[in-house]
T-cell receptor
Framework: GQQLNQSPQSMFIQEGEDVSMNCTSS?????WLWYKQEPGEGPVLLIA?????ELTSNGRLTAQFGITRKDSFLNISASIPSDVGIYFC?????????????FGPGTSLSVIP | NAGVTQTPKFQVLKTGQSMTLQCAQD?????MSWYRQDPGMGLRLIHY???????DQGEVPNGYNVSRSTTEDFPLRLLSAAPSQTSVYFC????????????FGQGTRLTVV
């Protein structure tokens, strides 16, 4: 079945540093999404991308839909302690599974004050 | 706004017991789904529903049943709990059928001993 890979698996960074993480797939997706999950909570949608090459920002977060449609990237600028959590990418291929979304295994982010 | 509400938050079951995880949403969303989250594996789809009276299987449906008698409620039933069903379960809803932009509940942490 379809699988998503996320890297890195975990990150420990100093407050104020920029963060980059990515998500890759062996299949083409036409929708990419990024979610954040804080401890004890459900995932919350951060950014949704619908077009290859699209670059979208949400505050200090910027995500890109890769040109090949097989990858996506999330950057966080000037990290703060409340950025701690697990970041999940998710992909959807409307041609084959309009109602199913594939989630990656997550990137765990820790921010050291 | 309550959003997606899941109960209970924690549950311990003995092998062979049955139980129902409750999920309710107050956003009038047609599309609802159940995921399980296991370490290093992201979120995997168990069952989903595109409207009242309509349900279908996801990636890992074995051992679980669902029903959708109303738009608001989408309970998940474990028929005979097994240790392999120890996991965190999330219910989600989306405003559009096929939309990957989902609202998640806070999760139910289930342990089967």
């Amino acid at each position: 079945g379809q699988q998503l890979n996320q890297s890195p698996q975990s990150m420990f960074i100093q407050e104020g540093e920029d963060v980059s993480m990515n998500c890759t797939s062996s299949s083409i997706f036409n929708t990419w999404l990024w979610y954040k999950q804080e401890p004890g909570e459900g995932p919350v949608l951060l950014i949704a991308l619908y077009k290859a090459g699209e670059l979208t920002s949400n505050g200090r977060l910027t995500a890109q839909f890769g040109i090949t449609r097989k990858d996506s990237f999330l950057n966080i600028s000037a990290s703060i302690p409340s950025d701690v959590g697990i970041y999940f990418c998710a992909g959807q291929d409307l041609k084959t599974s309009y109602d199913k979304v594939i989630f990656g295994p997550g990137t765990s982010l820790s921010v050291i004050p | 706004n309550a959003g997606v509400t899941q109960t209970p938050k924690f549950q311990v079951l003995k092998t062979g017991q049955s139980m129902t995880l409750q999920c309710a949403q107050d956003m009038n969303h047609e599309y609802m789904s159940w995921y399980r989250q296991d370490p290093g594996m992201g979120l995997r789809l168990i069952h989903y529903s595109v409207g009242a009276g309509i349900t279908d299987q996801g990636e890992v449906p074995n051992g679980y049943n669902v029903s959708r008698s109303t738009t608001e409620d989408f309970p998940l039933r474990l028929l005979s709990a097994a240790p392999s069903q120890t996991s965190v379960y999330f219910c989600a809803s989306s405003p559009l059928i096929g939309s990957a932009e989902a609202f998640f509940g806070q999760g139910t942490r289930l342990t089967v001993v």
